[in-house]
Structures are given as structure tokens and as C-alpha cells.
């Protein structure tokens, strides 16, 4: 019984820090954004925002034949949140 109860307090920080550890880096990789044009086939649209997370102004290209969208960073992202 106290090897339950002494793997338990073992593994389950283990497991938090290891979901912490996960969540940074898939949000880390998540933000960052190529800073080129977008690909060929994308036409630029009147769509400008400033991403709610980031604080980064996009700029919205749309690509008619798949209806995919494209979001280029038009801002500096190391000015961050204003």
C-alpha cells in the first residue's frame, strides 16, 4: 500500500509539469508566424486586426480556390500588448 501511495506523489507532479512543460512549448510554436508574403495563389483582403492574444496588427489574405486565409503579421511583434 505505501508504494501506491508513494509512486502517486511521485507521478503526479511528474505528470503536471510535464502537461506544463507541453502547453508552453505547443503555444510557443503556435505564435509564431512566417514574416514574408504569403504563398501565390493568396489575394489580400480589406480584413486588418490586431490579435487579441498577441497584441500583433494581421493583415488577411484569402485564397479563393480552397477558401483558406493567410494572416500576416504587419506589425513588430516585439512591441507586444499597447
Not at 35 to 41: A, H, K, N
Not at 47 to 63: A, R
Amino acid at each position: 500500500m505505501s508504494f501506491v501511495i508513494g509512486f502517486y506523489f511521485i507521478a503526479a507532479p511528474l505528470i503536471v509539469i510535464a502537461c506544463i512543460i507541453g502547453t508552453i512549448v505547443y503555444r510557443r510554436d503556435r505564435l509564431k508566424q512566417p514574416v514574408g508574403e504569403p504563398p501565390f495563389d493568396y489575394q489580400k483582403t480589406e480584413e486588418q486586426f490586431i490579435d487579441p492574444t498577441t497584441g500583433i496588427k494581421q493583415q488577411v489574405w484569402y485564397n479563393p480556390r480552397t477558401g483558406e486565409r493567410y494572416y500576416q503579421n504587419i506589425s513588430d511583434p516585439k512591441q507586444g500588448k499597447r
